[in-house]
């Protein structure tokens, strides 16, 4: 999966999760918790999806690499070479 | 003959509208199945029918709004025959499946306003038999959203193509179908606002067929000559909304008004107290981690769940915490129905009981709370969610601020609040270190409880927490 298909992913589970904030208004660099006001529920559903998604576990010890989305593309990039 | 009547959904609500049906004449219903979708100002609520026996007559049609309390449909005892056996040409209604996370219809439904329930049509049930877009008797299967829009904008939803599960039309579908709007100038805009004319109805006589002002101030002057008169008994029927973004504002607006109503009752009414406290959670939270490390994420438990059961517990502890005020006494309430306190994404606010949760394992609360949050947000509440709940607790998570101190919700008598979890310096035999603490709080009736009690309860709850293997 290239890092475009990886941060289109990423953007598809947050927008199931938190419909009204729109793509574009995403800045890849800043905390994706903040600009899409998720809470703690919310967050573990994003993991979830995003582990079904790319058919792999996350711990919650790597939660912090899924902070941004730029970190989420290099995470997942890595963790889930098979879907490249 | 029994009755279904329109339920009350919260304390404060007036009035309702029937949104839809889900059973017909000559259906069998049992205690609990779910009968009709009822749309409160805040959400879009399933209703259950509380008898057992067989539909008889629907009194109201889809889309009516009506006073609490108003009889919907009548029922018959399950072994009388029909007055007229009407044929029944429709296949059966599947049942209703509970909303999973992941599970959403194919076309998903647009990004609405918040405040707005989002269609609570859902996948059917694995065991529903599949179902035809347009049965015999013409009963199109379509969204409760997409079924008032089509009513509104005079649509016939038979003509629609719908690209939800199983061919049902959803609000997205409705909207493509609907005609262009006309070209309107904004003093036409504005004055057809003042005089509230519905810009469709007005034929436009500018450039293009433009609406121009001359042509709303006609409107207007044929519509007060008609003078219409209502007869008696009939439904009113809300004016009709410009545009979906002018709904949107309706329905976050009437949404507002709701709970402006009720939080100024309570405070009016209730004579609330405080108490507060902060509870160590670092056993609770070094517990979960070692439990979650072995689950899939599915099966992880979130620090809300084991407070949520805390609090149920503590409250066999200190029952006078649990039930409601009434009639001028407290009514200590049979069960422990925590309402969960969800925010609504953009505003807005819902607290949908956790039924039992003292009974229930914290693997069964945490997916029955992700349940209820998901619901809250989306749609699909049940009638007996939005009615139980004994007392309310509001989790603000770990973005929120350090304690919260609510408002109770009337009839009940507290609301618990927990805060954020921080890293705070904690004292303990004589050594200080860091530990991860969360502030507790109770706001209380105190015609119902005291100070003292109100401390025990929240001196349980720590406890508690501190055994979370027991919880």
Known sequence: MTDPEIRAAVLNALHQIAPEVGADEIDPAASLREQADLDSMDFLNLVTRLGRDFGIQIPEADYPHLATLDACAAYLAARAPQHA | MGEFRMPSLGADMVTGTLVEWRVHPGDPVHRGDIVAVVDTDKAAIE????????????????????????????????????????????????????????????????????????????????????????????????????????????????????????????????????????????????????????????????????????????????????????????????????????????????????????????????????????????????????????????????????????????????????????????RPADGIHPGVAVFLRGGGLVAPALLDADRKDLDTVMGELRGLVQRARTGGLRGAEMTSATITVTNLGDRGVEGVLGVIYPPQVAIVGFGKIVERPWAEDGMVGVRPVVELTLAADHRASDGHRGSLFLEKITDLLQKPEEL
């Open chain 2, 47 to 330: 209703v259950e029918v509380w008898e057992s026996g067989v539909v008889d007559e629907l009194l109201v049609p889809e889309g009516t709004r009506v006073p609490v309390g108003t009889v919907l449909a009548r029922l018959r005892p399950a072994d009388e025959a029909a007055p007229v056996a009407a044929p029944v040409l429709e296949p059966p209604v599947p049942a209703p499946a509970p909303a999973e996370a992941g599970a959403l219809p194919s076309a998903a439904p647009p990004p609405q306003a918040p405040g707005i329930s989002v269609p609570i049509f859902r996948p059917a049930a694995k065991a529903a038999p599949p179902v035809a877009p347009t049965p015999a008797t013409g009963r199109v299967r379509a969204s409760p959203a997409a079924r008032r829009l089509a009513a509104e904008r005079g649509i016939d939803l038979g003509t629609i193509h719908g690209t939800g599960a199983e061919g049902a039309v959803v609000r997205a579908d409705v909207e493509r179908a609907m005609p262009h709007p006309p070209r309107v100038s904004p003093v036409a805009a504005r004055m057809a606002e003042l005089l509230e004319i519905d810009l469709r109805t007005v034929a436009g006589t500018g450039a293009g067929g433009a609406v121009t002002r001359a042509d709303v101030e006609r409107a207007a002057a044929a519509r007060d000559s008609a003078a219409p008169s209502a007869p008696s008994g009939a439904p009113a029927s809300p004016p009709p909304p410009l545009d979906a973004s002018a709904l949107a504002r309706d329905r976050n607006a009437a949404m507002r008004q709701a709970i402006a109503a009720a939080v100024a009752r309570s405070k009016r009414e209730i004579p609330h107290y405080y108490l507060w406290t902060h509870v160590d959670v670092s056993r609770a939270l070094r517990w979960l981690e070692a439990r979650n490390a072995d689950r899939p994420m599915e099966e992880r438990i979130l620090p809300a769940a084991l407070m949520l059961k805390a609090t149920a517990l503590a409250l066999r502890a200190v029952p006078e915490l649990n039930g409601f005020w009434t009639e001028g006494a407290f």
